[in-house]
């Protein structure tokens, strides 16, 4: 079953300033990663993705990172606007057909 | 492009009552579409996985005859909430992947709200 209670983690930055969301995936063998923003109320919204051969993707204003010696994937968003205040998740997949699995989310705040 | 809507976007009904929510490509076909469901503050859990023509995959512990998938084309797919209880209420998100291809993103429906009184 799901879990209860789970309180998503929160980055507040200043509008202007540059974003860095964190996320760390569970399978080595995960083909591609994508982010996706999620708005109160609405549906992911698909920002941008990476396949597992790179190890860097610049689209606009935000940047992919990722590092599969730790398994780690990060977001950077630049120039942080009001309207870029989300949830973002990180998504693993290549794993099973088409099926994606997202990690917990990270809720950006971005102060003006 | 890559548009996905689903319909309808809140509903609220009494228990016992089914439900059914729509999941459309409006602009593209996809072979495979997805279910999930979302609780306040969580993340996205994938319920089933729906390929056009066939019976849906469901996850473990999802009660396919409790949620009812027909993907009947390669633009729609229903989700059916059977004999709906308070705790069924939830998010309910759907996705859309064109397939035929190596890296095949996810485009997600607006989501439908689902409250059981």
């Known amino acids: 079953g799901e879990s209860v209670g789970l309180h998503l983690p929160t980055l507040s930055v200043q509008e202007g300033d540059n974003s860095i969301i964190n996320c760390a995936y569970s399978n080595s063998a995960s083909d591609y990663f994508i982010w996706y923003k999620q708005e109160s109320g609405k549906g992911p919204q698909f920002i941008i993705d ?9 689209g606009q204003r935000v940047t992919v990172l990722l590092n599969k010696t730790v ?3 990060s977001l950077q968003i ?4 009001p309207g ?3 949830v973002y998740f990180c998504a693993e997949g290549g794993n099973a057909g088409n099926m994606l699995t997202f990690g917990g ?3 950006l705040m971005v102060k003006p | 492009g890559a548009v996905v809507s689903q319909h309808p976007s809140w509903v609220i009904c009494k228990s016992g009552t089914s439900v059914k929510i729509e999941c459309r490509s409006l602009d593209f076909q996809a072979t495979t579409m997805f279910w999930y469901r979302q609780f306040p503050k969580q993340s996205l859990m994938l319920m089933a996985t729906s390929n056009e023509g066939s019976k849906a995959t469901y996850e ?6 409790k949620f009812l998938i027909n993907h009947a084309s390669l633009t729609l797919s229903t989700l059916t909430v059977t004999s709906a209880h308070p705790e069924d209420s939830s998010f309910y ?3 859309a992947a ?3 291809g190596a890296m095949d993103t996810q485009y997600f429906g607006p989501g439908t709200r689902l409250t059981v009184l």
């Open chain 1, 78 to 81: 630049a120039a942080t606007q």
């Open chain 1, 105 to 107: 989310g990270t809720r």
């Open chain 1, 50 to 58: 990476i396949r597992s051969n790179m190890d860097k993707r610049q």
């Open chain 1, 84 to 86: 870029d205040s989300a």
């Open chain 2, 98 to 100: 064109p397939g035929g």
């Open chain 2, 60 to 65: 473990q512990g999802v009660e396919k005859d």
């Open chain 2, 93 to 95: 998100i759907c996705s």
């Open chain 1, 71 to 73: 398994k780690h994937l």
